[in-house]
């Protein structure tokens, strides 16, 4: 069965930039739609955004600017970073597979990104 | 971007009662594309619900879901002691709902 599993820094000063790498196992990127989305501490869930295996994506637009999600099929490996971040980007980062009909399913345990100096 | 609302915000229940939860769109959206899921504190969310209506593999019977163009609605039938916890709508595998806390 398919598995994800976050990684990156647990922590990121201000203004630097945030970047997570998620490695899929049991399954290949070379299909469906790759996701990444977060959760501030003791807050609902946020859609980041998500890219296709072809390489096309669709970021939420309020993080637009900022961010970038790619995609390494050869290592089955997905990429976000974040940009110029703040405090309010703290939160646990998930990344999920979501499929052609939008449903997200399975997500990876996530993992706590702390914007602090 | 389509705005997801979902009430009540907390819905505080019984083991054996019935939990009505609802998602409302700020635009029509296609019941292919709304989602509801179930995260319990320190996991990540689980998949309930696609297509609005269709169980998704190894949910209980006591899951059901419907609706149709702005109006969603998630019930659970007879409340488990494993079902409190807090419920998202999604639409498109993009915006979430703010999620209903079903506890006791």
């Known amino acids: 069965q398919v598995q994800l599993q976050e990684s990156g820094p647990g922590l990121v000063k201000p203004s630097e930039t945030l970047s997570l790498t998620c490695t899929v196992s049991?399954?290949?990127?070379?299909?469906?739609?790759w996701s990444w989305i977060r959760q501030p501490p003791g807050k609902g869930l946020e859609w980041i955004g998500y890219i296709y295996y072809t390489g096309s994506t669709n970021y939420n637009p309020s993080l637009k600017s900022r961010l970038t999600i790619s995609l390494d099929t050869s290592r089955n490996q997905f990429y976000l970073k974040l940009t110029s971040v703040t405090a309010a980007d703290t939160a646990v980062y998930y990344c999920?597979?979501?499929?052609?009909?939008?449903?997200?399913?399975?997500w990876g345990q996530g993992t706590l990104v702390t914007v602090s100096s | 971007e389509i705005v997801l609302t979902q009430s009540p915000g907390t819905l505080s229940l019984s083991p054996g009662e019935r939990a009505t939860l609802s998602c409302r769109a700020s635009q029509s959206v296609s019941s292919d594309y709304l989602v509801w899921y179930q995260q319990k504190p320190g996991q990540a969310p689980r998949l309930l619900i696609y297509g609005a209506s269709s169980r998704a593999t190894g949910i209980p019977d006591r899951f059901s879901g419907s609706g149709s163009g702005t109006d969603f609605t998630l019930i659970i039938s007879r409340l488990e002691p494993e079902d409190f916890a807090v419920y998202y709508c999604q639409q498109n595998g993009r915006t979430f709902g703010p999620g209903t806390k079903v506890d006791i």
């Open positions: 049991g399954g290949s990127t070379s299909s469906y739609y």
């Open positions: 999920a597979r979501r499929s052609i009909i939008g449903w997200v399913d399975p």
